[in-house]
Structures are given as structure tokens and as C-alpha cells.
């Protein structure tokens, strides 16, 4: 008597058609370098969600535009093939009011009124006015006194959240 291997006595193996195919960030990542045209723009995330949809986030120092999401987004769509992998494609900034992912969005906020909020809880507020290393330092909102003393420098490890504040005035 012939003995099977496991997997001949089981059948062939079948694995599913996304498995061979799937898009992962990393690959977003990569055509995002190899898209990227200077250093001013820059990847802040990058998801795949079920159904594959992907999202890519980005922004400018100066000031994102919607050319530049819209070449991203041709760029993208021709580097990937939907003979082999049906998806759905977003390319945005990440918002105004959302909260900072990579240092460059703190580069680019230099001069604008954040929101800090600690690991801890405490919170700042102030104009950001320098990202040096692995920490920023703001100018405390003047006129305003907070509940518990807080420094004007922070390590952003110690930030848990940090936004930009929108103000209508």
C-alpha cells in the first residue's frame, strides 16, 4: 500500500484568490516613494480596508492641493492591476481637525494654534513655534491660565493626541 502525504491525501490545496494578490500598505507605501516628487509632500497613513478599499492620506508643507491628490491617485490606479485584484481607491489629506500622525505634519503646523493633550490627560494649549528633534515647544494661549501648570516644551512621546485648533475669527 502507497502512504499519501498529507496534503495529497486532503486534496489539492485551495487557498483564496485575494490571498496570492492581496494589497498591502507597504506596497502603498512604495509607489507613494516612487511617486513622490519632492520632500514638501508627504505620506501621513496609509489603510486597507475590508472589501480593499484603500485610503492613502497625505499633505504638503504649504498646504495640500487636489492635483496633487488626483496625480497620486492616477499614479496608484496604474501601478496596480485590476485584472488580478479588484479595489477602490482614496486619496485625501487627512483633515483639518485631525489629529497628527507623522513629525512632518508638526513642521507644518509651526505658527498655528494646537491642542495638546497628554498621556496623562493634561491638556495645552498654544501656538507651536518649533519642532526640534523629538520635541516641540509652544507659546501658551495668552490670557488664559491653565488649571495645572504645564511646560512650553513636550516630548511627543509623552503627547497622546495633538490637533490643530480651527478658529472662524
Known sequence: MQRKNRNESEGPHVRPFFIDFMITTTQIKTMFEQWQKDETVFLVDSAIKPGNK????????????????????????????????D????????????????????????????????????????????????????APEKGKKAKVALPNIFEIKNIKEIKVIISFK
Open 87 to 138: 479595489f477602490e481607491l482614496s486619496v485625501s489629506s487627512p483633515g483639518a481637525d485631525a489629529p497628527f500622525k507623522v513629525l512632518k505634519q508638526y513642521q507644518k503646523n509651526i505658527g498655528r494654534n494646537v491642542k495638546i493633550t497628554t498621556k496623562d490627560d493634561q491638556i495645552a494649549i498654544g501656538t507651536l513655534i518649533k519642532l526640534e528633534g523629538n520635541s516641540i515647544e509652544i
Open 54 to 85: 484603500i485610503v492613502v492620506l497625505i499633505d504638503r508643507i504649504g498646504g495640500l492641493n487636489i492635483t496633487d491628490c488626483a496625480a497620486l491617485s492616477r499614479f496608484i490606479e496604474g501601478s496596480l492591476d485590476r485584472e488580478k485584484e
